[in-house]
T-cell receptor, first 113, second 118 residues
């Protein structure tokens, strides 16, 4: 089941903050956040495994709610390099089919100078 | 550490031919590798899970006879697109989970292979 990401797109000025949400109707094993620039492979940002977990590095952080159904990615004081498409990936155990990450549709983030 | 490479980076082939894409974990071993594809302006879609020493498991709707996966060693998985057609043109990306990690833990992605079928 594909996680639901919101918003679909965000346009910010450099230095502004952004929040990207990722939600699922079922509890998740893990949530993975990636950023992808056009024509390139996704770049890993962070993974959350535990309900209630919060983590971050530099000015990017993320949280995972207690029920493990919702995660948010926080971008603080955005920089031009933050531009790209952000995907959340949720682990799915299909019970016999292909197990792997199911990605949301992505959030396009544009940072303007 | 934890680098995954893919070869080739891009390939152009004629309709009806087969193309092989390699995915290698360079500095770790992985019993499980994953293959995704991404069409323009879309999200990544899981195609199959590649298991070392056993058959791959495919996502519903992915033709296993068309997308042949071989995971012959703990550092190499290959995806062969057989009888490729223009609609197979896509960005193919692999990922791998280190042996010691949880299978649902961090995955390491390769740089991707762009396939264009003419």
């Amino acid at each position: 089941q594909q996680p639901v990401q919101s918003p679909q797109a965000v346009i910010l000025r450099e230095g502004e903050d952004a929040v990207i949400n990722c939600s699922s109707s079922k509890a998740l094993y893990s949530v993975h956040w990636y950023r992808q620039k056009h024509g390139e492979a996704p770049v890993f940002l962070m993974i959350l495994l535990k309900g209630g977990e919060q983590k971050g590095h530099d000015k990017i952080s993320a949280s995972f709610n207690e029920k493990k159904q919702q995660s948010s990615l926080y971008l603080t004081a955005s920089q031009l390099s933050y531009s790209g498409t952000y995907f959340c990936g949720t682990w799915r155990n299909s019970g016999g089919g292909a197990d792997g990450l199911t990605f949301g549709k992505g959030t396009h983030l544009i940072i303007q100078p | 550490g934890a680098v995954v490479s893919q070869h080739p980076s891009w390939v152009i082939c004629k309709s009806g031919t087969s193309v092989k894409i390699e995915c290698r974990s360079l500095d770790f071993q992985a019993t499980t590798m994953f293959w995704y594809r991404q069409f323009p302006k879309q999200s990544l879609m899981l195609m199959a899970t590649s298991n070392e020493g056993s058959k791959a498991t495919y996502e519903q709707g992915v033709e296993k006879d068309k997308f042949l996966i071989n995971h012959a060693s703990l550092t190499l998985s290959t995806l062969t697109v057989t009888s490729a057609h223009p609609e197979d043109s896509s960005f193919y990306i692999c990922s791998a989970t280190p042996l010691a990690g949880a299978v649902y833990g961090q995955q390491y992605f390769g740089p991707g292979t762009r396939l264009t079928v003419t």
